[in-house]
């Protein structure tokens, strides 16, 4: 139907997560008919990002300077670090404009079925940083799931002997969730961990 | 949070058709972790098509060569010419291959909502080309919407003096539909042009 190279980029699109074939059809073709508007702009944009965006040398995440802005910017606390498991969880808490220390990326959680084992994630680089002697806490901000819940245990164990608080993230009632539809893990862990009003 | 390049380009992936700022971020980072096997062949997908895409200018469809390969294609039948709003219907129909002529993209319905008028169709294209004497019949393929009848009207009238059949996409149960489900409209319709089984 439409040429070879069309049907490449719908294939590539629709292999994007979040993306199938027919919204994939659609992106391609709302690039096609708006050349100067969409897909200039789109393609320049991807082309930036490719050329300049690096992992930061210290904590993982994604930016176009090494260290990252993260890292680099003097007014985070040096004492707080975070673990996270990806950069997209780096990126949320980022939005909540609520954390003011610095993060360290894991490159994902440990992971039997994947075959994802302890050498795959940076928690070399993490132990090293945490030994570091400003580092006061180190906040395990890992998925409430199996794997991730391993995953902070292990690499609890391993920052046992640096001399640093370990935390986790609290479990409890969503914003905005009604009781009605929680899961009863949840509601019991949020009653277990009730908090004077 | 992350750098001014990255935000940049999730803005411009969320504006696309069926993505929002959180798939827009889910896919931005697919490709930043991927560089290899998924940014460089997805830029290098995009620039193909930017550099080598045109409109075809027989029919309007989007292809490498002009004429399109529909319209280069001389197992077509030069005398079925099926008139379509978009690009996207085009594709639609080309996907069934179950039509075997050649086709008239108009670039979009009549709207008095978003003031497309006549003179921002291609319609005098159309008339053109259904003039030429090889041309036996036109089907009109536009979508059952009020847009699309006034257009499928509108298209009829300025070919009343071209000597070609004029026909519409017959109205019925979708194939897989249960009746239930079906409107009234369509069903009354599938009704009135009931056929011997």
Request: charged share 25%; glycine share 8%.
């Amino acid at each position: 139907m439409a040429g070879a190279e069309i049907d490449r980029l719908m294939q590539i699109f629709a292999r994007l997560p979040g993306l199938g074939p027919r919204s994939a059809r659609r992106a391609v073709l709302h690039l096609l008919k708006r050349r100067e508007t969409a897909l200039d702009p789109f393609l320049s944009a991807l082309t930036d990002v490719r050329d300049r965006v690096r992992s930061c040398s210290v904590c993982g995440n994604l930016d176009t300077c090494d260290p990252c802005a993260v890292c680099a910017d003097p007014r985070r606390d040096p004492g707080l670090l975070c673990v996270v498991a990806d950069v997209d969880d780096l990126w949320a808490l980022e939005r909540t404009r609520a954390f003011p220390g610095r993060y360290h990326v894991l490159g994902g959680v440990l992971s039997a079925l994947d075959g994802i084992g302890p050498e795959d994630l940076s928690v070399a680089a993490l132990v090293k940083r945490a030994a570091a002697q400003e580092v006061a806490e180190v906040i395990l901000a890992l998925s409430a799931t199996v794997d991730g819940q391993t995953t902070a245990h292990y690499v609890a164990d391993r920052l046992r002997d640096c001399s640093v608080r370990i935390s986790g993230l609290a479990h409890g009632v969503p914003i905005g969730g009604e009781l009605d539809y929680l899961d009863d893990g949840t509601l019991s862990q949020a009653l277990r961990a009730r908090r004077p009003v």
